[in-house]
């Protein structure tokens, strides 16, 4: 991708030959006259170099260079003086106020090249670092959200043997418990990656279904269809479906008096892959109205949303989303629908 360069000079001799010179190194060239059009100019695009001549008509280079420096936006934009004398003073005074660099007229074609490519050079990387940087801090908070489901996770599962332990079912406690062995496992295992296969977040989903509906005593019953062409090479981030699907468990199936049946479809549209996650439970109305603490708010969803920003900030995109929808008929609550959305091409 070619870079952008503005000229500030109102010397017509000097813009074409700079122009001539830059453009034949691919870069992209725009000027100006007048040091007064300046920051309306770079408001229409981005730069990542100016060329500024000191002595300007109206505000010289000087002053326009202490105005650029000091302004949020602009700050980091490098700044390359073009002058016309051979005055240390003048030159050190740039370089107090933030200039990367000087070339003198006559332009020397070798030492514009130069220092041009220098400066841009100099920019793409340190952006290039903070990007890197931004990116690792944002991979530590994510890992720190998915850790933080771990617990919530272990709780619930716990509860489950406690409960079978009461109900001196043993066996059913030691079934239990070797399987959310297995289980917790799989889940460390996946907290330190950032995606995995749609293959394994189904086999994952798969058995904690299975526990979930042993915990209920089959209260529920649930299928997973994955309409993808290579679920093996799909990724999704790992614990992302999880919150929702236990959400429609735990609060959907609560006191039905009916078999409950929670469906999740995985397929691709648009380079986009969507998953639905659809249960016939009491609805989010009557759910709410259950909790016995109305304060109480959800831990997991609350870090899955979390999740979900951090994602969007990562790819610099919106495309990870969550819709939740109510599932009616003629005012008759059917159950609720939840659409996980995200980029097809994670890896």
Do not use: W
């Not at 332990?165 to 062995?181: R, V």
């Not at 049946?261 to 892959?273: H, P």
């Not at 999740?307 to 990562?314: A, F, Q």
Request: hydrophobic share 40%; aromatic share 8%.
């Amino acid at each position: 991708m070619s870079s952008n360069i503005l000229i500030v000079d109102d010397d017509r001799q000097i813009l074409e030959q700079l122009q001539n010179l830059l453009k034949i190194q691919g870069y992209r060239v725009a000027f100006i006259p007048r040091g007064e059009f300046l920051f309306s100019r770079l408001e229409k695009e981005n730069f990542d170099l100016v060329l500024l001549d000191i002595n300007l008509p109206g505000k010289s280079g000087i002053e326009l260079l202490r105005e650029l420096k000091a302004h949020e936006a602009y700050a980091d934009l490098p700044v390359i003086m073009i002058s016309g004398e051979d005055e240390r003073t003048t030159l050190a005074k740039c370089f107090e106020l933030g200039a990367n660099d000087y070339i003198r007229k006559p332009i020397n074609e070798i030492a514009l090249k130069a220092r041009v490519r220098t400066a841009i050079f100099t920019k793409k990387y340190q952006e290039q670092k903070l990007e890197l940087e931004r990116q690792k801090a944002l991979q530590s908070r994510m890992s720190m959200l998915t850790a933080q489901m771990n617990p919530h996770f272990i709780f619930n599962a716990l509860n489950s043997i406690q409960y079978f332990l009461m109900e001196n079912d043993t066996s059913a406690a030691t079934h239990y418990l070797s399987n959310f062995s297995g289980l917790m496992r799989k889940t460390l295992e996946n907290s330190t990656r950032s995606y995995i296969s749609i293959s394994e977040e189904v086999r994952f989903l798969e058995r904690y279904l299975q526990l979930e509906k042993e915990r209920f005593h089959d209260r529920f019953d649930f299928e997973i269809q994955i309409e993808l062409d290579d679920p093996d090479f799909t990724f999704i981030p790992p614990m992302l479906l999880q919150p929702y699907i236990e959400n429609s468990i735990v609060h959907g199936f609560k006191q039905i008096h009916y078999q409950g049946k929670l469906e999740l479809t995985i397929k691709e549209f648009a380079d986009t892959i969507i998953c639905t996650i659809r249960d016939n439970g009491i609805g989010r109305k009557a759910a709410a109205e259950l909790r016995t603490v109305k304060s109480h708010k959800s831990i997991a969803l609350s870090n899955t949303k979390a999740r979900l920003e951090m994602l969007n900030s990562i790819h610099n995109a919106s495309e990870f989303k969550v819709q939740i929808n109510d599932l009616e008929d003629a005012g008759r609550v059917l159950g609720t629908e939840v659409l996980v959305s995200f980029p097809a091409d994670l890896h």
